[in-house]
């Protein structure tokens, strides 16, 4: 029993959002036994590490493993509701932890196949299952019986005599079925089950339309001439992308998730720059089978309401309790402290911009659509270079392998070995084993960087297996991308962006395999939300120092390491488009808030007008930069992040801060490794969030270092 797989599992049903760090599954330690025939989930994976069987599992198998798995946790746990022994940490909590051994294995491979590799048949089963899901949760954690138990032992927590992390267990579940209703009536009980089940199948169909939407809104070019301006490689991947959706010598222009599209940087054509912004901006509001905003609407209402009938005002103060941040007022003025230095700035962007329009004569005034071409054209004249300079420092290979990995042996030790004989269920996904600096195994590594139409939109980490104490269990985790696979036999050159991606999901998955905990509750990244995004925004730093980006930006033809004039223009660069980058965040981070700060009886039934209305009262309906996702296709709200998207930039702060003390302390050194790793990594949820940053850093958090990287200081003579 573990709540951040019921989170995982919940989120994986209604195919989990972008961005989402899939939290960890359970995994006992079953003797392996060989999967000869039948349903290999039914059995321990033989493989190291208990790495999932890609090689014999099939759609097929997911439904039994799943339905078989719920029934076996549902008997696990009422067996432990009905124990006549008094209660025990050991015979209640103990013993909840080890339950859904099936359920955990299946939930890691099913949650994360539905968003790396998803097919009709994947999407059946989610939408079958999600309100079944819903329900096993209810039944488990609105148990009368089981709960009584949980309480008693709550109440004398300090006379158990228990260490620090198994008091901290006691309290998680305490907590967890409080806010999961187990304080309610009976009659409240059915309601809220009911609520639950709703939620659940309308998140699945918010998810599922996205992905509909997202392939069904990309542009088709007839004429080759329009697409001036995109690379030889952008061209031909448009001609394939058309072929392969039946339109042969055309070409197609995919979507990707975000508000912002990246052929926008390069296309010349503005009424084709207009033509691609626009069907991004309109998706899941078109009014065909797919249109969401019925669903946002309808999930906010139920939402509120279930906030409601469980003691809170919002759905967003029920969220926020639970989190680093704590309250609804704590968020707000994080996010409205600083929305006008943001737009602000944004329109200082946009002005600079403007003036090479009016020069080059164009007659018209700056939209949405035009400012990724005129920020690269600023770009290229204050720093005097564009992306396709850089690309080919980045070929995929040397920057993993050179980059992410050789960081992670400077800092950490690791080594990292390719095992091609661990089965995958795509042939472009690769795996390694990592070991320790002593030679020791710490577990295995599985990158699955290429787009594909089967794959959702954005990067994530998952554990297939998480670190376990009880059963000594070592993890396996994984990281997903989506650039763009290149032609066959060419090389794929990756965009700085793609690279700090990286590095990034190469943090949680260290946070994974680092876990050093005895609860599997409060393995890896099962921290509160608005803490799991500071590890992977901290190993984003490692890459552009000096030492890193020596040893893996290298030319990928002529091994010529990237020239240094051009490498102090991409770092000067870093910090170029800041407004525009903190003010499409906001305003996605707002909109989050507003939509679930919604009371109950009183929640907006059209959610455009909702939108635009709570865009300009944060001030940030600004239309040349438009939220980085409108609610009908913002998946994070539908998935484990509703009314937690604005926990990147509460993580910034302790990231920021985190990076301050390493150029502090000597930088890349093994010794500054080990104390992250010590104090902070391999500590999971197992104590207080804020406490183990204070271990780290030695003081509370401070947003200083993060004003200052956005660049929205105070002006010195103002501080
Ligand atoms: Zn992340």
Redesign the pocket.
Known sequence: MNHKLSLALAAALAAASP?L?MAQAEQAADSAVEPVSGNPFFVASNLPYQAPRFDLIKDEHYQPALERGMAEQRAEVTAIAANPEAPSFQNTIVALEKTGTLLNRTAAVFGNLAGAHTNPEIQKVQATLAPKFAAHQDAIVLDGKLFARIKSLYDQRDSLDLDAESKRLLERYHTDFIRAGANLSDADKETLKAMNAELASLATTFSQNVLKEVNDSAVLVDDIKLLDGLSDQAITAAAASAKEAGHEGKYLIALQNTSGQPPLTNLTNRELRKKIMAASLVRGTRGNEWDNTAIVAKVARLRAERAKLLGYDTHAQYVLEDETAGTVEAVNKLLSDLAPAAVANARKEAAEMQAIIDAEGGDFQLEAADWAFYADKVRQQKYAFDEAQLKPYFEINNVLEKGVFYAAGQLYGLSFKERKDIPVYHPDVRVWEVFEADGSKLGLFYGDFYARPSKRGGAWMNAYVPQNGLTGTQPVVANHQNIPKPADGQPTLMTFDEVTTMF??FG?ALHGLFSDVKYPQFAGTSVPRDFV?YP?QVNEMWATWPSILANYAKHHETGEPIPQALLDKVLAAEQYGQGHATTEYLAAAMLDQAIHQQVAGNVATDTLAFEAKALEAAGLDYPPVPPRYRSAYFSHIMGGYSAGYYAYLWSEVLDAESVEWFKENGGLKRENGDHFRKTLLSRGGSADAMQIFRDFRGRDPEVGPLLKRRGLEAKPDSE
């Open positions: 961005g760090v990034h999901e949680h995004e992977s």
